[in-house]
């Protein structure tokens, strides 16, 4: 209809309506009864791009009210921004009106409220707009994990605005006209958040103070979510980066120079000298992407940390975006459990392709822990106005701290520099306009160390907790819902990576909590001056608990604990004297944490040496959450830090001479770096590629050759020589074929996986796909095929390879005779013991093992197979409370004898436990039976328990039919 026609009407409000495929959800009579009853309303529904009946929707509305309705069609789909702004701009254009709003097609708002909103127009009000709030007398229904994504969303949109707005992000704004001809002019910059940028325009137009008396939120009376909503879910990570374009966009940039780090004398050396130091205890070379050689040839941690990465950079992209089936195969793992730094790991995955295959960053990061460490310890001591000199060598002493060094071995639990961080956020000086700021930046280090390991997060939220507490009590400079907030905006989005990541799950479980094994692996009360013999030139090491207690190794060093013994006295003497300033006691915050993380890693087990020296009953609660972290040991990082900083801080403040006090400080670091000497040199590296101690070629050929490898038993860290299933792991990637091994820090049960092969080895199903890896010590568990000469064997470097007969892989296996006369050994003298086992059982008649006790049992296996019997279980007699001098007997009755084979005893404690017993703990067997003696015929499964003679007797409804000539 032509425009002309009203150019006389006007009307008192226009509502846009962005549509997009709409017309299965398309309210036609809520539309209808709109317009029925409010005729001075114009609604102008804004086509973008639908490609289903949504146009037919709302030409038959607009047949019915051509007065009322106007449509404008985008070809394609343009988003929601694009649409309400064409609406919005053809509106102001065309028509005579009072105020213009837009709405959601799905009328998730009512157009009754809409219009209803119009009255709040007084008092010079320019912009009205609705708000979600749950409240007696409003009905808004919406979907939980809508609303807490939302209200995350809308916090955040909050303080990044400045404003106490409730809920940025309601569908339902209305201008005055004249405000909307000046907002929707220029492009917006996001699809989805262009309602941010709406409050900007307005901010930006009116300025911040008169913006405030312009604008009014209402909460509404009625919102429902009818789900249909067009953003996907994968944009909430999108978003952030909208956030980030449209808070530069109209943020007023100040000129300013601003630099991480700054360029001054004492940060330049500080540097220098952590870089000259990681170059003495690890060398430069370990920075070189390709050099890999340092980590696997160690055969320690650094080894995992390395496939992990290895295997996941090859794996395909998943959610969680952490999961890899590849690693700790077929069960799978997350690159979070193979301590693999997960942040790097996700920037270069992606990059995958163009690395090189022989590719690791753990060198590069480890050299940035020395620089961030060093770089905050001159921020800290600044801050603390130590002298310069002194400054650069306590640079020296924290990162050469041995607690430091120590846990080179574990380079994501090197980022101590977090610690630090956090340390000098807490104790910048902050007032109204920076304490924001600098809670945020706490927040980011929270974040970062959520991406690095968890046991750095778990302290670092510590600090995000105790700061907001300093600024509210001590410097009166946040509100106390601030206190609130950012602790805990920083678990959500903690919690929310690990979620993505897949480190934890919700609503069956997740892999990062554990058994009860708190108070294990605790920090020792002599761990502070504990060299455990090999870190220092001066002292003996002091005994421990258990060798768990590792975790808790702090060792301060004989300069360091000269510092501190001068430190405490002159702290006593200036407590004494009365002379400690008030200005501290916004320290007390910081101390309590570093002391309740310190009592944390101590845990309810309190040892001194090699002696508990009390125990403290805990509630099982507390217990299974310190299994968490159960290596609780780690958590007197925080205290010893603090030790050693403000240690070194009270002893620059000692009132002697400033050149003596140098020249004793030096002293002190020269008797410090003597003690320590062995663990700053002792490593003597590995530089460039990496050769296993096997024949590398042999095995990546013959790995190359099968879908799968099969480490047996799996999952085990060592099967021939120490961790050597790293060895394994590395070939198996060459060749990339998965393999069942590998070392994690948390995983699901394996017990499953390892009952079917099992069964599988039993049941002589091999695949030609699978290959075996096993050592001699494991080789009974593949009596059956090999007995029956279902599979071949090869010796390769003193491991046994197994795979079925119709694989033929000789020549690349080598030594053909050598190995036929290998495997035809091993098979004569297993069938030697086979018939001679065979042979070993006794006959009775059925009569003697009738109205006997009936047998309680269990069975965890039962496999047949040509004349085999493989079953492990639990049995014992019911009657019985102590089954001590019992044995359980696998029975094979026919029609009048039974055959009875004397079982391998297998501990079970649990039996007794759950059926309440006094000791049944002797009740578990596991037994491979070969029948081929037997007469051949069927028999039926039992147990019998004897005790010099016959006490119970059940049978199973299992049977067994002994075939002739097997």
């Not at 070379?285 to 050689?293: A, D, E, F, G």
């Not at 109204?432 to 970062?448: C, L, P, S």
């Not at 021939?720 to 074929?737: G, I, W």
């Not at 095929?785 to 064997?793: C, D, Y």
Request: glycine share 4%; net charge positive.
């Amino acid at each position: 209809m032509s425009k002309r026609i009203f150019e006389k009407m006007k009307y008192n409000l226009c509502i846009v309506i962005p549509c997009y495929n709409e017309s299965d959800f398309f309210l036609h009579s809520s539309y209808k009864s709109f317009l029925q009853n409010f005729k001075d309303t114009l609604i102008c529904f804004v086509n973008d791009g639908s490609t289903d009946k949504t146009n037919e929707c709302i030409s038959s509305l607009k047949n019915e009210f051509p007065k009322n309705v106007e449509i404008i069609n985008h070809e394609v789909n343009q988003g929601k921004a694009t649409a309400v702004k064409t609406g919005f701009n053809y509106c102001n254009a065309s028509f005579n009106f009072n105020f213009i709003a837009y709405l959601d097609a799905d009328l998730a708002v009512s157009l009754d409220e809409c219009y209803s909103l119009t009255s709040n127009f007084k008092n010079n009000i320019d912009f009205v707009f609705g708000s979600r709030v749950l409240r007696i007398g409003a009905k808004i229904i919406r979907k939980n994990y809508r609303h807490y994504i939302g209200r995350i969303i809308a916090t955040l949109i909050s303080y990044i605005l400045s404003l106490k707005v409730y809920d940025s992000q309601c569908g339902c704004k209305i201008f005055k006209k004249d405000l909307s001809e000046k907002i929707f002019v220029e492009p917006f910059i996001s699809k989805w958040l262009f309602d941010v940028e709406i409050f900007f325009r307005i901010l930006n137009f009116y300025g911040k103070e008169l913006a405030l008396k312009k604008m009014l939120e209402i909460p509404l009376k009625e919102w429902i979510d009818r789900g249909d909503s067009k953003v996907k879910f994968t944009y909430f990570f999108k978003l952030w980066f909208d956030l980030l374009k449209i808070k530069k966009a109209y943020t007023k940039k100040k000129k300013k120079s601003f630099s991480f780090f700054k360029l001054n004398w004492v940060t330049s050396i500080a540097v220098l000298v952590s870089i000259i130091i990681f170059h003495i205890v690890y060398g430069l070379k370990t920075i070189i992407p390709t050099n890999i050689n340092w980590l696997l040839s160690a055969y320690h941690d650094w080894g995992q940390h390395y496939l992990g990465w290895t295997y996941y950079r090859d794996s395909p992209w998943s959610f969680p975006l952490g999961k890899m089936y590849n690693y700790f195969y077929p069960i799978g793992t997350n690159i979070g459990f193979t301590d693999s730094i997960p942040l790097l790991a996700l920037i270069l995955k992606p990059f995958s392709n163009f690395l090189p295959s022989d590719f690791q960053y753990l060198g590069f990061f480890m050299l940035t822990t020395f620089i961030l460490g060093a770089y905050y310890a001159v921020k800290i001591l600044t801050l603390l106005k130590v002298n310069k000199l002194i400054i650069i060598g306590a640079v020296v002493f924290i990162v050469t701290s041995p607690l430091f060094i120590f846990r080179g071995m574990h380079p994501a639990l090197t980022a101590h520099w977090l610690l630090l961080a956090s340390v000098y956020y807490y104790l910048t000086p902050t007032n109204k306009e920076n304490v924001i700021k600098n809670n945020w930046k706490q927040v980011f280090i929270f974040f970062i160390s959520t991406t690095i390991h968890p046991y750095l997060a778990a302290m670092v939220f510590g600090f995000t907790v105790a700061l907001p507490l300093k600024n509210y009590f001590y410097e009166k400079s946040i509100s106390l819902k601030k206190v609130f907030f950012f602790p805990t905006i920083s678990l959500i989005t903690g919690i929310f990576f690990w979620y993505i990541l897949g480190m934890i799950s919700f609503g069956n479980g997740g892999e990062i909590s554990t058994t009860n094994l708190y108070g294990q692996s605790s920090f020792n009360l002599n761990s502070f001056f504990n060299s455990y013999s090999y870190y220092s030139n001066i002292f003996s090491g002091l005994p421990w608990i258990s060798d768990g207690q590792h975790e808790g190794f702090s060792y301060l060093g004989l300069g360091m604990m000269i510092i501190i013994a001068i430190a405490i006295l002159y702290f006593l003497t200036l407590t004494f004297k009365k002379k400690i300033s008030k200005k501290y006691y916004s320290l007390i915050p910081l101390f309590a944490l570093s002391v309740l993380l310190l009592l944390f890693s101590i845990s309810h087990i309190v040892t001194f040496g090699n002696t508990v020296l009390f125990e403290i009953p805990i509630p099982k609660i507390l217990k299974t959450f310190g299994g968490i972290f159960r290596g609780s040991g780690r958590f007197c990082w925080s205290f010893y830090y603090l030790l050693v900083l403000f240690s070194i801080a009270l002893f620059s403040k000692l009132p002697i001479g400033k050149t003596f006090k140098v020249f004793i400080f030096t002293f002190l670091l020269g008797i410090q770096l003597y003690d320590i000497e062995h663990i700053l040199t002792s490593k003597n590296l590995k530089y460039g590629s990496y050769s296993t101690k096997l024949n590398d070629d042999k095995w990546i050929a013959i790995f190359s050759e099968f879908d799968e490898i099969i480490t047996y038993p799996p999952f085990q860290n060592t099967l021939l020589y120490n961790q050597d299933y790293q060895d394994l792991m590395f070939l198996a990637k060459k060749a990339n074929t998965p393999i069942t091994t590998g070392y994690v820090a948390r995983s699901k049960p394996t017990h499953t996986y390892l009952d079917s092969l099992n069964i599988t080895i039993n049941k002589n199903s091999f695949q030609e796909k699978s290959i075996f890896v096993t050592t001699p010590k494991f080789l009974e568990a593949f009596n059956v095929p090999i007995s029956q000469e279902k599979v071949t064997l090869k010796n390769l470097d003193n491991f046994i390879l197994i795979y079925s007969n119709k694989k033929k892989i000789e020549t690349l296996v080598g030594n053909a005779e050598t190995n036929k006369k290998y495997q035809d050994s091993i098979v004569s003298v297993l069938k030697e013991k086979i018939d001679k086992k065979s042979s070993t059982y006794l006959t009775t008649n059925n009569e003697n093992i009738e109205n006997k006790n009936e047998v309680k049992y269990g069975l965890d296996e039962l496999s047949i197979t040509d004349n085999t019997l493989k079953i492990r279980g639990w049995a014992f007699d019911i009657t019985a409370n102590n089954n001590k001098n019992d044995s359980i007997f696998i029975s094979l009755s026919n029609k009048t004898n039974s055959y009875l084979f004397n079982t391998k005893l297998i501990y079970r404690p649990d039996v007794t436990a759950y059926f309440n017993k006094e000791n049944i703990d002797s009740c578990g067997f596991n037994s491979l039976l070969f029948l081929h003696k037997l007469p051949p015929t069927k028999y039926q499964i039992g147990f019998t328990i004897r005790n010099k003679k016959i006490k119970a007797h059940s049978k199973t409804p299992n049977y067994i039919e002994i075939k002739k000539g097997r």
